[in-house]
Every structure is written in C-alpha cells, then in structure tokens.
C-alpha cells in the first residue's frame, strides 16, 4: 500500500483527493467522527465557491464523495495503534479497532482538534443554535447582535475585538480578576467601547430553546459575597483553547507544547520519514476548513514526492 491516511474531514478528504488523482491508490480510515468538526456546524457562510453559503455536513460529503469517486478506499474504522517505520525502506503499520492491520510506505495524519466546552449540558443542545467555539466561522450570523466570550487570553481577546466588528455588544467573560492577554491586547479591549469584561465570572447554565437566550453567570464563586445574574445574549462562543488529537502518534511524532504536531520546512513532513501532518492537529493558529483543504492538498503533493 502507499499511503494511508488518518482521519476524515476537509484535510484528510483532500488529501485523499490529491492521492487519488495521483495514482497513490490511497486507503483512508475515517475515524470516530467521519466528516471531523464541520458535521456540527450549520451553515458556513466563508467557504469559496457558495455564495449562499452551504451546510458544514453537506460541504464535507461532498469532499468524501469526491475521493471516494476518484479511487479512495474508504475505511470506517479507528486506528489504534501506529507503529512508524524505523527506516524509508521499512513500512509504517497501523492497527484499528477491529483488530485488522494495514501497512504502507507513507502516512498522512488529518486527525483534526477539538475545541475545550465548559463541559455544561446545554453547549451540546444548543451547539450550532447560538453556541460555537470559532468567532471567524460563525460571527457573521450575529450582526448587531449581542454574545459573550468566555476566556480571558490572546485568543479570547482576539474574538472579543473580532465579534465586536460585527455585533452589537459583547461580553467578555473571565474566570480570574486578571486577562491573561498580552498588554497590546487588554489596551484593545478596555479601549473598545462594545465590549464588557466581566472579571471573576464564571458560566453556570446557558438558557433557551431551540436557541440561545440567556447565559447564568455566576460572579467570586465560592466567595462570602458570591452572587448571580443573567445576561441576554444571542451568541456564547468558547475561546479556552483547542486539543489536537495527535496523543496516537506520541511520543514517535515530535509536537509542540501544546500537543499540535510540528512540521518542517514550509511543508506538512514530520519528524519520521514518510510521515504527513495536515489539518487542524498541525494548525494551532488558524483552523479553518479551508486552510485545512489546503494543507491536505500540500500533504498529499509532500507525500507523492517522497514516494517518489
């Protein structure tokens, strides 16, 4: 076999397009969550080529679809466990979860990330009705509107000053008394006359059916003086960080310090040879779907020169 690749979603469905059309007969093991985050999305409004915007599911079949009629071998199944090869001239072995094996000279990895959630029960309801956790992909649909950030680093800040270009208020919810944000950034954020920075508050509940209404806040939690309220609010969007799903292939793959897989060179190589990271487990800046079709594209042309 040539080239396996892990994980289905807009990378590794690229990727599997690029192979196909390539000769590299790829076999891609799609993994728990065939389709990756853009099956729990609505709409996507910032995809070229849909000037209406298309649903997040339907783009993703679409690409599946794609591979799958250019030669793909589509396996539904979970690897796990990845054995890489300890020379070029050796083979790369991946174990799933039904016990088969498969081996090949080349990997591509497209496990994707998946963003932190409070861990509340209503995010899962209400994701997708006025909970997101990516300000650039979903902000559009809340124009003039008003929503809440939860986080208090560059990242929430950066949503913050983003969401607040496009609605009408919005809350910056922050655990500690303090922003972890850069000096530059709080400067933005207090000069902002839109947004509202509510230290030491945390989210109980978030309220509404079938979308979002309220958020229940609670402010010095476990404090003598601790108190709650609620807020009206269209949006909740979470912005604690991402977890790339790259622990299968640690220690072998270098990553780093936040779990995200490194790659070499203004190309998608790793640190074993033969071995191809693309999408948001290589990503830890942008994590768009279109970066991560993009970065498929790259895998796939990586690998083709390798094997080569």
């Known amino acids: 076999m040539n080239v396996i690749i892990i994980g289905g979603g807009p990378a590794g469905y690229t990727a599997a397009i690029y192979a196909s059309r390539a000769g590299l007969n790829p076999t891609l093991v799609e993994g728990p969550l065939p389709g990756g985050q853009l099956t729990t999305t609505t709409t996507i409004e910032n995809y070229p080529g849909f000037p209406n915007g298309i649903d997040g599911t339907e783009l993703v079949m679409n690409m599946r679809e794609q591979a799958e009629r250019l030669g793909t071998n589509m396996v539904g199944a979970i690897v796990e466990k990845v054995e890489f090869a300890s020379s070029p001239s ?37 994701r997708g009705s006025g909970v997101s956790a990516c300000a650039t992909c979903d902000g559009f649909f809340f124009r003039n509107k008003v929503v809440a950030v939860v986080g208090g680093g560059d990242t929430a800040a950066e949503e913050a000053q983003y969401l607040a270009s496009l609605a009408q208020k919005v809350y910056l919810i922050v655990r500690r008394n303090v922003l972890r944000a850069s000096k530059a950034m709080q400067d933005k954020l207090f000069a902002n006359p839109k947004i509202e920075i509510l230290f030491e508050h945390e989210t109980l509940d978030l309220i509404g059916s079938p979308v979002l209404k309220q958020a229940l806040l609670v402010h010095r939690r476990g404090k003598a003086d601790e108190s709650k309220k609620t807020i009206d609010i269209d949006g909740f969007f979470l912005a604690i960080g991402h977890t790339p799903k790259s622990d ?15 790659t070499f060179d203004n190309s998608t190589r ?5 071995v191809f990271a693309c999408g948001d487990v290589a990503d830890p800046r942008y994590r768009q779907c279109i970066t991560a079709a993009a970065s498929g594209c790259k895998a796939a042309m990586d690998c083709k020169q390798y094997l080569e």
């Not at 497209?110 to 995010?123: D, F, H, R, V």
């Open 90 to 126: 050796s083979l790369h072995k991946v174990t799933l979860d039904d016990g088969n094996t498969m081996e090949a000279k080349a990997i591509i990895i497209a496990t994707g990330a998946e963003a932190k959630y409070l861990g509340l029960p209503a995010e899962d309801r209400l």
């Open 248 to 262: 299968l292939f640690r220690p072998a793959v270098e990553v780093d310090p936040e779990g995200y897989i490194r």
């Open 270 to 274: 790793t640190s074993v040879p033969g």
